[in-house]
């Protein structure tokens, strides 16, 4: 009996003083490994006399299990014990400064179709789109811009394949026949979108942005399409009156066609775009040809509209004083930082559009 209270007192003993679960395991194999301590006892329950063998033999178990007991309750105190160390290593002190990052900017052409959409689409025009690789058939033809028709060098067009039958759209002109091949007039879209041709100077990339208008209904006008540019080009250049001329032009999908020239200034060497003397083209267009409206299975006796085209990037030139094209397309860091747009600066009508 007394080997069985030394070898308790030993066992607390020891266990007080375990740190880690590597000294438990040594404890445990110490104990009731093979030739342990717990495990001598019960190898010697045969050599005890048998009265005294029943009553050993509780206490061992009893001894045992308290013993178990104990190793068990201190295997889950280094447990926690443990997980707090490791949670203290992996803390995050949210109230920490963030490292210096640099701010994303949307794009100043990005930004500037954000403002046109805003802008018709406070006077009923819904957003169209089409893809960049179109068909010679909806880039042209349909556009009634047969083969052979000289504006089809003009345009010099990337082909991607020898036939001449698939190409990079030129325009953005194939989604109005898209568009209406697709759904019933009347038809009130702007398209905003990528467009190539084969040119690259100061002023010319061979990947620039265009604007497309379309309005087809029963009873449009030309005075119609003045007064939709007139009021585009205020909200635009956000200004309160703009001098415009029409100027008598040609495109083989529109009959009569126009060019729209714009007044402006030069105001310490910076452009002030509605009065002066001077003027600036900024768009094609012109009432949409029958041939076109007959190409999309559109009666153009009881349909008639009006369509316009211009350059995106340029009218982004000009309304932020912008001088080199190509810098669009570059992807510098730099430049972008200064002239790009807070993300959360979205264009609306009522909030002004670029303040
Ligand atoms: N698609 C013409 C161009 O790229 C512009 C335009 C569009 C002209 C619609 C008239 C009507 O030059």
Redesign the pocket.
């Known amino acids: 009996m007394s080997d069985l209270n030394n070898i308790t007192s030993n066992f607390y003993k020891k266990i007080s003083s375990v740190k880690s679960k590597e000294d438990l395991q040594s404890l445990k194999t110490e104990f009731f490994g093979k030739s342990g301590e717990v495990t001598s006892q019960f190898k010697s329950l045969g050599t005890i006399s048998e009265d005294k063998r029943k009553e050993f033999a509780s206490s061992l178990n009893k001894l045992k299990d308290e013993l178990t007991n104990e190793l068990e309750k201190k295997f889950i105190e280094l447990e926690k014990i443990e997980i707090n160390e490791k949670l203290k290593g992996e803390k995050v002190d949210v109230t920490l400064p963030i490292r210096p990052y640099q701010k994303g900017k949307i794009h100043p052409v990005s930004q500037v179709i954000d403002e046109i959409s805003s802008i018709f689409s406070e006077i009923g025009f819904s957003i169209a789109e089409g893809p960049d690789v179109e068909t010679e058939y909806n880039n042209f033809t349909a556009?009634n811009t047969p083969d052979n028709h000289p504006a089809r060098d003009m345009?010099d067009t990337f082909y991607l394949e020898e036939n001449k039958k698939i190409l990079l759209r030129?325009?953005?002109?194939p989604v109005?026949i898209r568009t209406m091949l697709n759904e019933k007039p009347p038809y009130k879209i702007i398209v905003p979108g990528r467009?190539y041709r084969c040119d690259s100077d100061q002023t010319h990339a061979p990947m620039f942005h265009?604007l497309?208008?379309?309005h087809v209904d029963k009873d449009i006008t030309m005075s119609h399409l003045k007064g939709c540019l007139d009021y585009f080009i205020k909200e635009f250049f956000e200004v309160k009156n703009v001098k415009m001329r029409f100027r008598p032009s040609h495109?083989p999908?529109?009959e009569p066609?126009a060019e729209v020239d714009i007044g402006y200034t030069i105001e310490n060497d910076k452009i002030v775009i509605g009065e002066g003397d001077k003027w600036l083209e900024i768009?094609?267009?012109?009432m949409?040809h029958p041939n076109v409206l007959k190409n999309v299975k559109v009666d153009p006796t009881k349909y008639q509209g009006?369509?316009?085209?211009?350059g995106i990037d340029r009218l982004a030139m000009l309304k932020y004083g912008i001088n080199d094209l190509r810098a669009f397309f570059e992807s510098d860091y730099r430049w972008l930082n200064h002239f790009g747009f807070d993300p959360l600066d979205v264009p609306t009508n009522y909030k002004g559009l670029s303040k």
Do not use: D, I, P
């Open positions: 556009l345009h030129t325009h953005t002109s109005q467009t265009q497309e208008g379309l495109f999908f529109t066609s768009l094609g267009c012109g949409v009006f369509a316009f085209g211009m």
